[in-house]
């Protein structure tokens, strides 16, 4: 369920990623809208926003649900796991990209895209495989951060125009999305079908 919520995190994101029009005017950045990337979103600071608001909303649900899960299960279960090393490592993120730039951190490209969120996401899905022992949860946040970084590195939709499709460059950035919410998806169907099965 965690990971199903992320993932809807992430897909519900990718209307905030449509870009400017080429010459369209741009009124400069915000310390807010840095974690969007560089400007070039038609609304950059509704899209940090977006991340600030929806993403701290998601780590309580999942907290609410896994001890109400647990309670009516009998079995204890640590919903700190997800909702702590979530939330510290989305806090280090903001902190680093909105908070402090000044420092001048060697980022290099991981914040042109404005997807450094999911880098927090994947790590925080990885450290919670991890403390719960759980090499399945571990797997798919590897997995998941290395799309993560192919997503915030690469513009993905050169696979396809290297392939003679023609791609609006607006939307090139849903791709991006597409890509860790693709692994979020089927990691949490993975986890939901392993859970289910005999114990």
């Known amino acids: 369920m965690a990971l199903a919520v992320l993932a809807v995190v992430v897909v519900a994101a990718m209307p905030l990623y449509i870009q400017r029009p080429f010459g369209a005017q741009w009124s400069g950045s915000s310390q807010l809208s840095r974690l969007s990337g560089f400007g070039q979103l038609e609304h950059p600071t509704a899209a940090a926003a977006y991340w600030l608001v929806v993403l701290p909303v998601a780590y309580a649900v999942i907290a609410v649900y896994l001890v109400r899960r647990g309670s009516s299960s009998g079995v204890r279960v640590r919903a700190s796991y997800v909702t702590v090393c979530g939330l510290v490592l989305f ?21 042109i895209r404005g997807l450094t969120p999911l880098l927090a996401i994947a790590v925080g899905v990885m450290v919670w495989g991890v403390l719960g022992r759980d090499l399945t949860i571990l797997g798919i946040g590897a997995l998941a951060l290395v799309v993560s970084l192919v997503a915030n590195l690469y513009n993905v939709e050169n696979m396809i125009l290297a392939q003679g499709v023609d791609f609006d460059y607006r939307y090139n950035l849903l791709l991006n999305l597409a890509l860790p919410a693709l692994v979020l998806s089927i990691g949490a169907v993975v986890v939901a079908v392993r859970d289910r099965g005999p114990r």
């Open 91 to 111: 806090l280090v993120l903001v902190a680093v990209v909105v908070v402090v730039p000044q420092l001048q951190l060697p980022l290099g490209n991981l914040t």
